[in-house]
């Protein structure tokens, strides 16, 4: 390729000299065009003024302009930086590794805090740099992640100065059928006047992704109380709804398990994307990589999957199968574990042979070789007690969902992985917080919606008019509900649907708390008071109850959202932590952003599993897959 900076400032390579330029005895190899190469007078005379604008020039006692204009620039500068520069809360909060300092410039703070999306939460160390967040890093002392995160959590930054987010509260102009026909906006007095108007009305509804943040679930049941026993529904759009109602069905209890991968020496993995997007992505990659050391006892994972992922790219075998596949790939392992090495009893029982004998040859049907299939199944009847099957994800929310998360659990107590590798005990507890007789919450509010019993819905956190899979089923029922608001901070899919949008903000403006992990406490610190006219999920919910008639008590004493927090931490964190001085737990907290109080908990050894969990029909023929 010809290089084009040799070709413009050596213009007679050939002749093997530097040109000279034609109006200077000196010789010259670079020029700032054509008129410095010519050398004319004009050039010359503009060349000798280039900062003729300039503060500083030499002339400057002359007219006295320059010296105006150096002043009007600095006293600009002084009020940008003592007026825009450093927006820090109101609050003290402690950085993560000195003691609290004024912010000096050009040095950068550390702050602990957390960060949370639907499932996937961790601690996280917050930079700030004159008092604005630049960088967000994994907590090294949170035992979920380890100082891991990922690109979801990082990107988390980029969210904060998108230009593209709410200044504030809006209200949308919504026909019959709840189409937005104009956004205008509005004010928070308006807002909660209106709002307060319609609870009145009685018929409040709630709907929200997970919560792990112990003082939000108390918030919420204050509120709750407040209006007239307004109902709290959850919903997850990645599907952990289905591991839940497989570990009821299964084992008696609703729970999302914690996978122990660092324990486990034959890991298969069916569909769920462990490294990618399943579940807790950052503390399985570190687990994995535990576990996957080089040496005689590094895990082997296997992955049969319909799309390719992390977990399948870093697999040592991976299998191409279709969605409608994943049943019959567990199926399959259970036949040639539980029937043909275990000869378990549950396996062997008359009401699971009469569909577990069609599934002896699946190997043909998936496009495998048979003897690679009886391997893997044998290597993980070697490896039981430290093995670990693990299905879910975006790719199994098929009809089968559930039945596959049962088939999944029987095949891990058939191996005796439950209890060891798979952890019940310190799951996902804010998984099974909803009502153990509706385990498919989204279908129960928009009956509740349909049927005319919510008056009022209130949306935190989840969009299902986009994720939902009948989200025009979704829309149809909202329309017959009077009030609907969001609290999103972008007029999403769902938002454009609402009566008032009012954002909520994001974690690094806010004060909460999580519990990612039963027994461990992390603290959700600000590093920066609201970039736009903003407040928070949990602010909206306080402040709507303070102002209801029969009011808490409880609220008028505390006076805000923050000390709200702490109340919880002083009612709740500090009994488990055995702390003598509140004081001391709470900077502590805030300085290493977790309280962890379940050190040395055990996985909770197997349960008993239901014999008549799995109810899977016999497949007709082995074709047509």
């Known amino acids: ?54 503060p500083l020039k030499s002339e400057d006692g002359k007219d006295g302009v320059a010296r105006r204009d150096f ?25 993560y590794a000195q003691a609290p300092k004024e912010i000096t410039p050009g040095e950068a703070n550390f702050y602990a805090s957390s960060w949370f999306d639907g499932i996937e939460g961790y601690g996280v160390v917050v930079k700030t740099l004159e008092g604005r967040p630049i960088k967000m890093e994994g907590n090294p002392l949170h035992p979920v992640n380890k100082g891991g995160l990922t690109a979801r959590a990082h990107a988390e930054i980029l969210a904060l100065y998108d230009p593209d987010r709410l200044k504030g509260p809006v209200r949308n102009l919504v026909n019959k059928t709840r189409t937005n026909k104009e956004t205008i906006k509005t004010t928070w007095a308006v807002a909660d006047e209106k709002v307060l108007a319609q609870f009145a009305k009685g018929g409040v509804a709630i709907l929200t992704g997970y919560i792990s943040s112990p003082s939000t679930r108390a918030m919420i049941d204050d509120f709750s109380s407040t209006f007239g026993g307004a109902r709290h529904y959850h919903w997850d759009p990645m599907g952990l709804d289905a591991v839940a109602e497989g570990s009821r069905r299964s084992y008696g209890r609703a729970v999302v398990p914690r996978y122990r991968l660092n324990q486990a020496k034959m890991v298969v993995s069916v569909d769920a994307d462990m490294i990618g997007t399943y579940i807790s992505p950052a503390e399985f990659g570190k687990m994995i990589s535990e576990g996957r050391r080089p040496g005689a006892n590094m895990m082997r994972m296997v992955a049969f999957e319909s799309n390719v992922s992390l977990t399948g790219l870093n697999a040592d075998d991976r299998i191409r199968i279709k969605p409608s596949q994943q049943l019959d790939v567990v199926l399959g392992l259970i036949y040639e574990v ?40 044998a290597q993980l009847w070697e490896n039981r007690g430290q093995s670990l099957v693990i299905a879910g994800g975006l790719p199994t929310l098929t009809n089968e969902a559930v039945d596959l998360q049962v088939a999944v659990n029987m095949l891990n107590s058939i191996l005796d992985n439950d209890g060891a ?24 509010l928009m009956k509740d919606m349909s049927d005319g019993k919510v008056q009022t819905l209130i949306i935190h956190g989840v969009n299902p008019v986009y994720a939902f899979g009948d989200s025009a089923a979704f829309a149809a029922a909202a329309a017959k509900v009077a009030m609907v608001i969001s609290t999103a901070n972008w007029n999403d899919e769902t938002a454009s649907l609402a009566d008032f949008v009012l954002p909520s903000g994001l974690s690094m403006e806010a004060w909460g708390d999580h519990e990612f992990k039963p027994g461990v406490y992390s603290i959700q610190q600000p590093t920066i008071t609201p970039l736009h006219d903003s407040r928070s999920f949990e602010e909206s919910l306080f402040a709507w109850a303070s102002a209801a008639p029969k009011a808490p008590t409880k609220l008028a004493s505390l006076g805000s959202w923050y000390e709200y927090v702490r109340n919880t931490w002083r009612t709740q964190v500090m009994p488990k932590a055995g702390a003598n001085s509140f004081d001391d737990l709470w900077l502590e907290a805030l300085h290493s952003g977790i309280v962890d109080t379940a050190k040395g908990r055990g996985a909770g050894g197997a349960r008993a599993l239901a014999s008549d969990a799995l109810n899977v029909q016999p497949r007709a023929k082995q074709s047509g897959y």
């Open 421 to 444: 590798t798979v952890d019940h005990a310190n799951g996902y507890d804010f998984i099974s917080s909803s009502d153990p007789n509706q385990p498919n919450e989204m279908a129960s």
């Open 338 to 377: 539980g029937v043909n090495l275990a000869k378990h009893p549950v396996a062997l029982s008359a009401r699971h042979r009469t569909f577990l004998d069609g599934y002896k040859d699946i190997a043909l049907a998936l496009g495998m070789e048979p003897a690679l299939f009886k391997k893997i199944a």
């Open 1 to 54: 390729m010809e290089n084009h900076t040799d070709h413009h400032t050596h213009m007679h390579a050939d002749q093997h000299h530097a040109p000279v330029s034609p109006s200077s005895d000196t010789p010259s190899e670079f020029w700032l065009g054509l008129e410095d190469y010519e050398g004319s007078a004009e050039f010359k005379k503009l060349a000798e003024n280039e900062f003729l604008t300039s």
């Open 71 to 95: 002043l009007k620039l600095m006293g600009a500068s002084l009020a940008l930086a003592t007026t825009s520069c450093v927006r820090r809360p109101a609050q003290k909060i402690i950085p």
